[in-house]
């Protein structure tokens, strides 16, 4: 079935209610970062998070026993995506040590809206390459966040993304994208993060995307595992994303997702 795409614009009071989310899903980045070293598993970066979300926030994580459709609920509160992880990663197990590189993914819901934000860590001694694909990611998404202003369509974002990412070497994955968000985890419209200047929907002030390029070292193509949820690249190349979450304002944009640890912007 076809379903017309409907973007929802948010009112002032949805705005003030979005920002509240944004900065607490963006605190829990700043609270774990200390945490995120070798030796500790990602399991236990969950339960942390968890925990302050629920004990010191009041929040509640939106992935735990988020579960579109096809999809089994996904099982924990935060996604670690670890290498050539792309998204989606349950935390488990496994120690992370010098070398790894890994995408910690918040979603939190506050008076009922949802704030969403990624960053990407380095573990111990990172590799010049790995090094390299996480700014060069970072990069991607603040070029997206630059294209947005009323007027300007979702094409410019994921033209701007696709360009710089391909320029330097890398791919842009195409089977996950940003996302509208506000009372929904994932509302209208997608936001690819490839695409042709002009085109796409237009943007308007009010609506709240959010922009989140998976970048890989190697070739685009993706594959899922058997858990049914964690992303991989298919050449078990590297991978990296950023996330933020973007209002359109009346003349350009405003990231929701800011706290003191927010990294500065790169250009
Ligand atoms: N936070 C992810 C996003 O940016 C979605 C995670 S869905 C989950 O859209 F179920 F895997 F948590
Ligand atoms: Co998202
Ligand atoms: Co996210």
Same mark, same amino acid.
């Given at each position: 079935?076809?379903?017309?795409?409907?973007?929802?614009? %948010?009112?002032?009071?949805?705005?003030?209610?979005?920002?509240?989310?944004?900065?607490?899903?963006?605190?829990?980045?700043?609270?774990?970062?200390? *945490?995120?070293?070798?030796?500790?598993?990602?399991?236990? =970066?969950?339960?942390?998070?968890?925990?302050?979300?629920? %004990?010191?926030?009041?929040?509640? /994580?939106?992935?735990?026993?988020?579960?579109?459709?096809?999809?089994? /609920?996904?099982?924990?509160?935060?996604?670690?995506?670890?290498?050539?992880?792309?998204?989606?990663?349950?935390?488990?197990?496994?120690?992370?040590?010098?070398?790894?590189?890994?995408?910690?993914?918040?979603?939190?819901? %506050?008076?009922?809206?949802?704030?969403?934000?990624?960053?990407? *860590?380095?573990?111990?001694?990172?590799?010049?390459?790995?090094?390299?694909?996480?700014?060069?990611?970072?990069?991607?998404?603040?070029?997206?966040?630059?294209?947005?202003?009323?007027?300007?369509?979702?094409?410019?974002?994921?033209?701007?993304?696709?360009?710089?990412?391909?320029?330097?070497?890398?791919?842009?994955?195409?089977?996950?994208?940003?996302?509208?968000?506000?009372?929904?985890?994932?509302?209208? /419209?997608?936001?690819?993060?490839?695409?042709? /200047?002009?085109?796409?929907? %237009? =943007?308007?002030?009010?609506?709240? *995307?959010?922009?989140?390029?998976?970048?890989?070292?190697?070739?685009?193509?993706?594959?899922? =595992?058997?858990?049914?949820?964690?992303?991989?690249?298919?050449?078990?190349?590297?991978?990296?994303?950023?996330?933020?979450?973007?209002?359109?304002?009346?003349?350009?944009?405003?990231? =929701?997702?800011?706290?003191a640890g927010t990294p500065a912007k790169?250009?």
């Amino acid at each position: 079935m076809h379903t017309a795409m409907s973007i929802i614009i %948010k009112n002032a009071e949805d705005i003030a209610k979005m920002r509240v989310a944004g900065r607490l899903a963006s605190e829990v980045l700043d609270y774990i970062t200390p *945490f995120v070293v070798p030796g500790v598993t990602t399991g236990e =970066l969950d339960r942390l998070c968890h925990e302050y979300m629920v %004990k010191e926030q009041g929040t509640i /994580p939106a992935p735990l026993n988020y579960a579109p459709p096809g999809h089994a /609920p996904y099982p924990k509160a935060i996604c670690t995506s670890i290498n050539h992880q792309v998204c989606h990663g349950i935390p488990g197990d496994r120690v992370l040590k010098s070398g790894d590189i890994v995408n910690l993914d918040i979603t939190v819901i %506050k008076d009922g809206y949802h704030g969403d934000t990624s960053r990407m *860590f380095l573990i111990g001694e990172a590799s010049i390459q790995a090094k390299r694909l996480s700014q060069i990611t970072y990069e991607c998404m603040w070029l997206g966040i630059e294209q947005v202003a009323p007027g300007k369509s979702l094409g410019d974002i994921g033209h701007a993304i696709q360009k710089y990412a391909e320029g330097n070497g890398y791919s842009v994955v195409r089977e996950f994208c940003g996302h509208g968000i506000g009372k929904q985890f994932h509302e209208d /419209p997608q936001v690819v993060h490839y695409g042709r /200047p002009g085109t796409g929907a %237009k =943007l308007q002030p009010g609506m709240i *995307f959010t922009i989140e390029p998976m970048i890989n070292a190697g070739k685009a193509g993706i594959r899922m =595992l058997g858990d049914g949820w964690t992303v991989v690249t298919k050449d078990h190349s590297l991978s990296a994303q950023w996330e933020h979450t973007v209002l359109v304002t009346e003349t350009g944009y405003e990231i =929701l997702t800011q706290s003191a640890g927010t990294p500065a912007k790169p250009f």
